[in-house]
């Protein structure tokens, strides 16, 4: 049984298929230009993998964090793919709680459901797909 077949007949996962779709550019990346590159190369890389596969995205997208009606902080995220998964990248040897938090606080202010982590490491590709529960 193929990864895709798994990840396309659960129920239980949101977005299998986009979602499928983007970790397997961040392989496609990862496979073409190897690691040890700055975090913006890999970003730029993976954009293009996008484009290729036909995957609708938008680049370092405005996410601003609102007391009521008053605008108290600003963040960007790496990505916002089909309007519906924030895709956020790392390049450490590992997924820090920082960097979890960071994406968790962004499911919370955009109000999405999914975010995905990727982490371009020495030793290859890691992702962390992250649900809003809130």
Known sequence: VSMKKVLTKRTDI???ELSYQIIGSAFDVYNTIGNGHPEKYYQRALAESFEKRSIKFQEQVFAPL???TKIIGRSFFDFLVENKIIVEIKK????SKTNIDQVVGYLKTSNLHLAIL???GNDGVKFRRIVNLY
């Open 14 to 16: 949101v977005y299998p």
């Open 92 to 95: 450490t040897e590992r997924f």
């Open 118 to 120: 990727i982490n371009f």
């Open 66 to 68: 609102k007391y009521e």
